[in-house]
């Protein structure tokens, strides 16, 4: 297939359409993550639908000394890539096209969610990407849009945009890809040297370390559910030989922190491990947070959760995160 180049909403608008429009909304520099993206698209869409992968640097979600005169600007590669991928159409509108007379007076607030995490390190940051993700919905007016969930808190914010305004618009989320090492793919991983990519690789050897102490956290909590709780269950079961396991599972289970609690622990220690290398890892959060508002979990939460993480390596700026769920054996 041939993947057409659109300069302005008038050329993606005269397009004839047929079934369902799929949109991927990309700042360019395209990787493995984004032709996921681009082919869960093409899925959904179906061979009757259309895929329209948007490419556009977004001023608005940039701050002071971020980095939007050196991101990476490869539009030749990117449609190479999006073809390749199953894109029909890549919509490259021009800073004019999106932002005509210049920027925008009015513009949608994040509100109180878009002031934690990485609204807290970047302000303003979050009004940018949904002031953007808003124009551009109406830009392309997809039935489905996609988006990957390395970024979970855009993901949520974007999701609670659509819900709070009554888009009528689908919006799936696409689970990160990784990188044979781990390290979640990410436009700029280009940045990283050899010996700054050696200690980035913390930030997704921290999450792993947190999941996995979830999961013998959970498995404990569920065996010592499993055992007696009164003192005649506990004989009948010493009967057959598994007292001394019910004992060690119930002992077990007091003596660790609460699951969360755990989790950030056994995350942390590796953060603070990779903050001793050189070059060091800068810690900017690391959260156990409720995808639903962001705010960081108790000790008694349970449902779906994100372990979430942003640091700097250099001058490179780096965010993963992966989700948990507490309390999935009850």
């Known amino acids: 297939m041939t993947t057409a180049l659109l300069r302005t909403a008038d050329?993606?608008?005269?397009?004839v359409r047929g079934?369902?429009?799929a949109v991927v909304m990309t700042m360019g520099a395209l990787h493995e993550g984004h032709a996921t993206l681009i082919r869960t698209a093409r899925e959904i869409a179906g061979d009757g639908g259309e895929v329209v992968v948007t490419v556009f640097v977004n001023p608005l979600q940039f701050g002071k000394g971020e980095d939007l005169d050196r991101y990476p600007r490869t539009l030749d590669a990117d449609l190479k890539i999006a073809e390749e991928a199953g894109a029909d159409a890549v919509f490259a509108p021009s800073v004019d096209e999106v932002y005509p007379g210049g920027e925008p007076q009015v513009r949608v607030s994040a509100g109180a969610m878009g002031e934690l995490l990485e609204g807290a390190t970047r302000p303003g940051h979050f009004d940018g990407v949904l002031t953007v993700v808003a124009k551009l919905l109406h830009l392309t007016r997809p039935d489905v849009a996609l988006f990957g969930q390395k970024d979970a808190q855009q993901l949520a914010m974007i999701r609670r945009m659509v819900r709070d305004l009554n888009f009528g618009v689908e919006i799936v989320g696409v689970p990160t890809v990784r990188e044979e090492d781990g390290l979640a793919l990410s436009s700029r991983n280009r940045y990283l040297s050899?010996?700054?990519?050696?200690?980035?690789?913390?930030?997704s050897g921290a999450l792993f370390a947190g999941r996995d102490r979830h999961a013998a956290q959970e498995a404990l909590r569920a065996r010592a559910r499993e055992v007696p709780a009164t003192?005649?269950?506990a004989e009948a079961l010493s009967a057959i030989?598994?007292?001394r396991a019910a004992a060690d599972a119930h002992a077990v289970a007091k003596a660790v922190p609460g699951v969360p609690s755990g989790v950030r622990v056994a995350a942390r220690l590796v953060l603070d491990e990779a903050a001793?290398?050189?070059?060091?890892?800068?810690?900017?959060y690391l959260a156990l947070v409720d995808p639903a508002d962001f705010t960081e979990i108790d000790e008694d939460f349970t449902g779906e959760a994100v372990l979430a993480v942003a640091a700097r390596v250099g001058t490179t700026r780096l965010i993963d995160n992966i989700p948990l769920t507490f309390g999935a054996a009850s």
């Open 19 to 21: 079934g369902r429009r």
């Open 11 to 15: 050329e993606l608008h005269a397009r």
């Open 241 to 243: 030989g598994e007292s």
């Open 194 to 203: 050899p010996q700054e990519r050696r200690t980035a690789l913390a930030l």
């Open 276 to 284: 001793r290398m050189q070059p060091p890892l800068v810690l900017d």
């Open 231 to 233: 003192r005649a269950r």
